[in-house]
């Protein structure tokens, strides 16, 4: 089970800036190990983003994304007290979903 | 005083401290550094090509670390050059001058006997860690003096490559406690290599001198 | 020169394509990659990784491990048991139950030891995280370190032992050896210096002490780690080709006495994000 993801949300003006920052070894599949042999590909593939269970961010990712990735972005509304709950899902269809509360 | 000074200050007013507050004798500046040769032997464990007797000083060594951000007395640095200039092995045939386009690989390569390198694996000289060379390569480093347009700024003689030479197999013939590791003399480079590293820098077809 | 790990790729392409932009390189070239090596690091400042390891040192320093299934809650880093914030400012120190100077892995494994009944051998295993393997350690000194973020280092050499730490640390700083007779004075010995594009502090002086020991640990892009002080001098010995220095040795506690103790009067600013 991967480590949990760490969500910061917060009001700026009429939008919410959401900032998150996922654990994960987003390996591109072009690496080799120390024996020469490639090592497999694993990376996050689909991520969203609810905003009071209504998705305000669909992303597809491929292996250019750097490990442990940080995603930075803004929705319009949202308020204090709202749920963000964001769900990343990986190439080997293992996912996780983590909230936070807006701030 | 300058700032390397204030530290060194400081390091001698802690034990100045320690003797007026009458706790043990501070120790001498000799026992300090025995202690700290022992200390560093016991902190250390062999891995890969590198073993425990890395860590045993040979006198140039020894002799450079006590005179650390000093100024070296002179019989002391003629004393540390002339033991290193003998060390020095020329080439059997007598040629000085190898191939410049092998020169800048020993020079680009930055691997070789860390306890993580392959021992059978390349070895180079990772001349550009610490030095400009080819204009093309601009990842240099400023450790050292630019060798930019070495052959070219000091003419292409016979004593010059001899100097060149001498200076990477042993730069300790030339500068006691020069920051630039004796290349030939500790075996990292053998005398083939050297002599296409001096072609890097002497050859006036080499990148160097254009 | 380093092997090539995946940040460290993009990095170098986009510094050639740079370089390829400005045409010939004469002498400018440098100046314009170290700036724009600097904005990226700018920019890389947010969302830092190593925030994922101060979470999860903060979990595991509350849990119940080891024979004597105990938390590492009570571990008294210098203020007193249970006390984190700003221990860290005042490490290396002169512990009495020890009766030595311990850096904070050293007191780690020493709290892992007395509190939770650990052996001092499985304390000491594995302590920096490599591609499948996560290191504790590595997690309890981001978070014990990130209670210390902006509190002035203040390292004390009250103890003789302390001083004495001192002692052999500035000794070994200048203790030349290995195949290349190289030590750590030979390239953190002066000022404005650079191996290849990365700039070397002068830890010799407060000024480059300051800036660079109250910067460990970090998240090291090119590692895809968080990586301690203890690491940052094994690694620096490997590339001194000494043989390998040992975790938690006194060797390495007497170094970081002294290059902690020459940071004293500077704002403590880690875990940072190195390239």
């Given amino acids: ?103 | 005083m300058n700032r390397r000074q204030s530290i060194r200050a400081l390091a001698a007013c802690a034990a100045a401290v320690a003797v007026v507050l009458g706790c043990a004798t501070a120790p001498g500046d000799a026992e300090v550094s025995a202690k700290a040769a022992a200390v560093l032997q016991s902190s250390f464990k062999e891995q890969g090509q590198a073993k425990l007797d890395r860590l045993v000083q040979d006198d140039t060594q020894k002799t450079c670390s006590e005179y650390s951000g000093k100024v070296i007395p002179k019989d002391v640095a003629e004393r540390i050059e002339k033991a290193n200039l003998a060390s020095i092995k020329w080439p059997a045939d007598g040629k000085l001058l190898g191939d410049w386009k092998n020169g800048e690989r020993i020079a680009q390569e930055g691997r070789g006997m860390q306890y993580s390198d392959d021992p059978k694996g390349p070895v180079g000289a990772n001349c550009y860690a610490c030095h400009r060379l080819s204009p093309q390569e601009v990842s240099y480093g400023t450790i050292g003096p630019p060798l930019y347009q070495f052959g070219k700024l000091r003419g292409y003689s016979d004593e010059m490559r001899k100097y060149a030479y001498g200076k990477i197999y042993n730069a300790e013939a030339y500068n006691a406690c020069t920051n630039m590791p004796r290349f030939g003399h500790s075996g990292i480079l053998s005398v083939q290599q050297i002599s296409d590293v001096v072609a890097l820098l002497m050859d006036p077809d080499s990148p160097v001198n254009k | 020169m380093m092997r090539v790990r995946r940040g460290v790729a993009p990095v170098a392409a986009f510094v050639l394509a740079l370089v390829s932009a400005f045409g010939a390189p004469a002498v400018p070239a440098q100046g314009n990659a170290v700036d724009e090596i600097a904005k990226y690091r700018a920019a890389l400042q947010d969302g830092n990784p190593a925030e994922l390891w101060e979470a999860r040192g903060a979990d595991l320093w509350k849990q119940k491990r080891g024979p004597k299934t105990a938390s590492l809650e009570q571990c008294d880093l210098g203020l007193g048991p249970g006390v984190v914030k700003g221990a860290y400012a005042r490490l290396p120190r002169y512990f009495a139950d020890a009766d030595r100077v311990m850096d904070l892995e050293t007191r780690i494994v020493w709290c892992m030891v007395t509190l939770q009944g650990f052996s001092e051998a499985d304390a000491k295993k594995g302590p920096f995280g490599g591609p499948d393997r996560k290191a504790d350690m590595e997690a309890y000194v981001a978070y014990v370190t990130s209670e210390s973020r902006g509190v002035k280092m203040n390292v004390a050499l009250d103890h003789p032992k302390e001083r004495e730490a001192y002692r052999l640390g500035e000794k070994m700083f200048y203790f030349r050896g290995g195949t290349h007779d190289f030590a750590c004075a030979t390239c953190h010995g002066e000022d404005g210096k650079r191996i290849r594009l990365q700039d070397l502090p002068n830890l010799t002086q407060t000024a480059g002490a300051q800036k660079a020991y109250t910067t460990w640990p970090a998240y090291r892009v090119s590692q895809g780690e968080l990586r301690s002080f203890q690491w940052r001098l094994n690694d620096c010995f490997r590339q001194q080709r000494f043989p390998e220095l040992v975790f938690a040795s006194d060797a390495s506690i007497a170094l970081t006495m002294f290059l902690a103790r020459n940071a004293n009067g500077a704002a403590f600013d880690a875990p940072a994000i190195k390239r």
């Fill in chain 1, 1 to 103: 089970m991967a480590d949990p993801m760490k969500i910061r949300a917060n009001v700026v003006g009429d939008s919410t800036e959401v900032k998150v920052l996922m654990s994960h070894e987003m390996e591109t599949g072009q690496r080799k190990d120390a024996q020469g042999k490639t090592i497999p590909a694993w990376f996050i593939q689909n991520v969203t983003v609810a905003h009071n269970g209504k998705p305000v961010l669909n992303a597809q990712w491929g292996p250019a994304i750097a490990k442990n990735p940080f995603l930075s972005f803004k929705f319009k509304g949202g308020a204090k007290g709202d749920k963000i709950e964001i769900t990343w899902v990986d190439s080997r269809g293992e996912k996780r979903t983590d909230e936070a509360v807006i701030a």
